[in-house]
């Protein structure tokens, strides 16, 4: 029976479109491939950011940031930080200063997901990360993922791709997103690593939110162990970006300090070991020789720079938000100074 008589609500639609663009048409191609070669995923787990929706957006959301955060209240303060600059140096309207500051005052004091300000809806939204995997690899970048060139790196990374992104569950896709995206409909956590609750809230989420949207790839470092992998290096929103950042983090390890009178000695991980140095030095060199690469071996470890997706869960109201089940390390807090609504700060107590 059809629950939805008429048009579907929009976080129940996947509207699939075809492009017969020629750049599309290799992307399509390239997508099929590299799902038969790569047909399971490895979810990683939760990550969390900031989305907003103002006037006439409904039921469209925006996200603000990264959505690269591992705890709800990280991207809680993020959200406190949003806000406070925003009534600092956004406005000199004092009814407007005064309800950013209101939204602020409550991030301070409440774990709370979700605040409105000025008129604008403000959320904690929530995303799982994953990885495509076939016969044990994890799936590395794709020929037609957007990519720079370079190895400065000093250089600034490519702009982020997530920040301004648009969660529209109707939105238009292509066929091989459309495709993803049906198959992840029914996507919770089954493997016993995972305790009971959160088991339990992600099946329930399936039902709460059932809807999905794919955010932007990103792209991280990993060490492939025999039995799993551990992250080397942050998102990137390129292939390139995650091979500088392997090159950085082989290259420039943390140095050690001169010593000083009291000075305690620093932890064995802290010192630099100067032959390894210089294996480590001559391995990334020669890394940055090769046209794109995506992995290296050194001395028995194996570094691979692996492609990352996102799927946010959708509801009729928008995305998820965190789950009961979504543990923090600490709580709300006070993080800048008391402001009022002439922009006038006050610091200490």
Not at 22 to 28: A, L
């Amino acid at each position: 029976m059809d629950d939805h008589l008429g048009k579907s609500p929009d976080h129940l639609t996947i509207n699939v479109t075809r492009r017969d663009d020629p750049v599309s048409e290799v992307t399509e191609a390239d997508a099929f491939a590299s799902v038969r070669k790569y047909p399971n995923i490895v979810v990683r787990g939760p990550l969390f950011g900031l989305a907003e929706q103002r006037r006439g957006d409904r039921p469209r959301w925006r996200l603000l940031g990264e959505l690269d955060t591992g705890f709800p209240q990280m991207a809680r303060d993020e959200l406190n930080s949003h806000l406070w600059f925003k009534a600092k140096d956004d406005t000199e309207d004092r009814a407007v200063r005064r309800s950013l500051l209101e939204a602020v005052a409550r991030l301070e004091t409440d774990p709370v997901n979700e605040v409105t300000a000025d008129g604008v809806r403000y959320r904690i939204v929530r995303a799982d990360e994953f990885t495509r995997i076939g016969d044990g690899r994890l799936e590395p970048p794709r020929a037609t993922d957007p990519d720079d060139d370079g190895w400065d790196l000093d250089a600034p990374d490519p702009p982020s791709r997530s920040k301004g992104f648009v969660v529209d569950h109707a939105a238009a896709v292509g066929l091989t997103e459309g495709i993803d995206r049906a198959g992840l409909l029914r996507l919770a956590y089954t493997a016993e690593r995972f305790p009971e609750d959160v088991r339990a809230d992600s099946h329930r989420a399936v039902t709460t939110h059932p809807g999905v949207v794919l955010l932007p790839t990103t792209f991280r470092v990993v060490e492939s162990k025999e039995l799993s992998w551990s992250m080397v290096t942050g998102q990137y929103s390129t292939p390139q970006g995650a091979r500088r950042a392997l090159v950085h983090h082989l290259t420039r390890p943390v140095p050690q300090l001169p010593d000083l009178p009291d000075m305690p000695e620093l932890p064995a991980w802290m010192k630099v070991d100067e032959k390894e140095q210089a294996v480590n030095e001559r391995a990334a060199k020669k890394f940055m020789a090769r046209r794109r690469p995506n992995e290296l071996v050194l001395r028995g470890r194996r570094f691979e720079v692996v492609r990352v997706e996102r799927v946010m869960r959708i509801g009729p109201d928008g995305p998820e938000k965190p789950r009961p089940s979504d543990v923090d390390d600490y709580g709300p807090s006070k993080i800048h100074p008391t402001m009022d609504e002439h922009g006038v700060l006050t610091y200490g107590d």
